[in-house]
């Protein structure tokens, strides 16, 4: 990060957040809907919810017809299964057996509630923004955090014994006790830690769905939702935002969508970032990649580098060496007849073109090089060195 109110070179612009008062956050969904309630997982679905698991929460009916299994004005504690959904238990021993309550039917109305607090029980609440922007929090002293107006003291840990600390996989505060109901909150991010682009290759992820599964690892953490690509069969889905849900969101590095894809749909996620510059040798040639050789057609443009040998091709021969007709993929079209190319060593003294090709003759005396007006396909001056040998039908380095 640069100087203190300056928004980075590279990475994050997001410096500088306030946090959203985690001190009450209400959910309000319809309890209705089984897209929202399934009786047959016992979840609730809700994109981006802030809930973590063994957080007390309290839920009422909003003036409908209450969930099979809940009572309006109830405390119950989360289990969180991911990003957009979770399950309720009726005590913490039941969150951490993984025992959730059976949700026996849909209530009725679309404002059922439920509510996390500061309540002297709950320690752990997500570090959000801008109505519900995860924080993506690393570090603790990203954080300042203000306790009825004192700062409290960082630390990178899941167990503080004074002040906060954090759970940087899931951006979660961790106090070291519990807030009361009159305590009062605020804070900011210093700054946003997400991936730069400056040097990140492109990246495609590919899934299959089966109907079932929601949640699926990508190769790489992206940002947040916009900074991926994703098509089912082909057809572009459209991320979920702080107002909106949608096909899909991120947490982490997982991919989670709203409704399962359907079985043998082709999942493919694109990972969007810039493709800069690499410090890496050459890995293609002419879009041929692993170990390149030269074909017939490919066009060679010289700078006057030494050439220290011909390994790629075949050098056909004929007439015992006499007259060497070398085929090394170079497109000789247009360049004059004879011209002197360079001379090889001693036991083939010339090269030149002929009908096309690029002969080596014995007979021949000297070395020559190539100037820079046979078509640009060499700019010289060029020294081909070392011995070419007969080798039955060929003639090799």
Aim: hydrophobic share 35%.
């Amino acid at each position: 990060m640069g100087y203190l109110g300056n928004v980075p070179a590279t990475g994050s612009d997001s410096s500088f957040k306030l946090l959203d008062d985690i001190k009450t956050y209400t959910l309000t969904f319809n309890g209705s809907s089984s897209n929202v309630i399934s009786t047959a997982n016992n979840t609730i679905t809700k994109s981006n919810h802030r809930f973590i698991t063994g957080q007390s929460v309290t839920y009422t009916h909003g003036g409908g017809g209450v969930i099979g299994g809940l009572t309006s004005g109830t405390v119950y504690y989360v289990i969180k299964n991911d990003t957009n959904t979770f399950k309720l238990a009726t005590n913490t021993n039941n969150v951490n057996s993984g025992t959730a309550i059976n949700l026996t039917g849909l209530g009725t109305g679309s404002a059922h509630t439920l509510n996390v607090a500061f309540d002297g029980i709950n320690t752990k609440f997500k570090a959000s923004y801008d109505g519900g922007t995860e924080g993506k929090i690393s570090r603790a002293a990203q954080l300042t955090v203000s306790i009825n107006g004192v700062i409290q003291q960082p630390f990178d840990t899941l167990t503080p014994t004074s002040g906060f600390g954090i759970d940087s996989s899931d951006s979660v505060i961790i106090f070291s006790t519990p807030p009361e109901a009159t305590d009062a909150f605020w804070g900011y991010t210093a700054a946003n830690n997400t991936v730069t682009f400056d040097i990140t290759d492109n990246k495609v992820d590919n899934f299959t769905g089966n109907g079932v599964l929601t949640s699926f690892n990508l190769s790489r953490e992206p940002p947040n939702n916009e900074n991926i690509l994703v098509t089912l069969d082909g057809v572009i889905q459209y991320p979920s935002d702080g107002a909106t849900t949608r096909a899909y969101s991120v947490t982490g590095p997982a991919l989670d969508f709203t409704a399962p894809p359907g079985n043998g749909v082709e999942i493919q996620v694109r990972h969007i970032g810039f493709a800069g510059a690499s410090t890496s040798g050459v890995t293609g040639v002419y879009g041929r990649t692993g170990n390149v050789s030269l074909e017939a057609g490919d066009v060679l443009r010289g700078d006057g580098s030494l050439l220290t040998g011909i390994s790629a091709g075949k050098f056909v021969t004929d007439n015992a060496g006499i007259h060497t007709t070398i085929s090394v993929g170079v497109n000789t079209t247009g360049l004059q007849s004879n011209t002197p190319l360079t001379g090889i060593g001693n036991s083939l003294q010339g090269v030149y073109i002929s009908n096309g090709m690029i002969v080596v003759d014995n007979v021949l005396s000297g070395n020559h090089y190539i100037g820079t007006s046979y078509n640009g396909i060499m700019g010289g001056p060029v020294t081909i060195t070392g011995v070419l040998s007969v080798d039955g039908n060929y003639v090799v380095v």
